[in-house]
């Protein structure tokens, strides 16, 4: 399996995406083409001594999309910047995925435009996994499209079923609509009516309204929102979670040697709970509903992140998941 990584792409590019690059050929069965600028990436690569003995290559470009520019426009303007030749890549069949870091808008404009929509996919979304007691729940979309007809919402259930069974290993996975209420009269005109397609909808395992607490709490593998909406929730979940942290630090800190004493004791406990809050674990979201695999990443993502995300590449690829949406939109027609 060949993956292209947007070396470029990203706040600590190239350096991070480079390095958790190499992290990733020594876990994962991939290979890897890095795609920017090659001294810069031949410069951090060499960092390791061994570095060649591993499956990496590097893809020279010259032109790199910055956070500013408008999506669209760059990936049209810019041919030879690192996220549209990564794409490139996997529009020719030279790999079968691409990864990146850097401007979302840009990548999903990439993805767009190169690989082009799945037929009977209105709109791609960004399913971003969030960590629950009960395992991961799927977002989507948490920032691909601000705004959604109902058919698309449906459609966005539809993918993210997939995604959850045969990448998680969901069993009928549990499909919710994100509002402000669990009613079925609750919500704006867009979300009654999606709840009525949903209602119809005989392959989805429609559950009803999904309130703001039923994500971290794990009470649906999958839930639908338009991208404005789930792109506020997933940033105001991240905030939160760096507040709760940052008051436990200093509660600790403030807390004179007992509580010095209590949060040693509790180390063990506190390193495994954030391994499972932690976000790096999963790296990277999926854009489902374009030709290929396209997985985006945050944009402070680390070493270890973009490790996590090039293992999830690897998940898309090998459980088909293209293959499982396009079968599945066939058979409702």
Known sequence: MKIAVDAMGGDYAPEQIVLGSLQAVKKYPCEIILVGDENQIKDILELDSEWKKFPITIRHTTETIEMGEHPADAVRNKKDSSIVVATELVKNGECDAVLSAGSTGAAVAAAQLILRRIHGIGRPAIATPIPTPKGVTLLLDSGANVDCKPEHLVQLGLMGSIYAEHVFGKENPKVGLLNIGE?????????????????EMKKINFCGNAEGRDIPNGHFDVVVCDGFVGNVVLKFGEGLARMILKLIKEAVYDGGVSAKVGALLLTPTLKKLGKRLDVSEYGGAPLLGVNGCCIISH???DAKSICSAIGASNDYVKSNVLGHIKNALENLN
């Not at 009269?185 to 009516?193: A, D, F, P, R």
Request: hydrophobic share 15%; aromatic share 10%; charged share 30%.
């Open 183 to 199: 009613e079925e009269t609750k919500g704006n005109e867009q979300v009654k009516s999606t709840y009525q397609l949903f209602k």
């Open 299 to 301: 944009g402070s993502s």
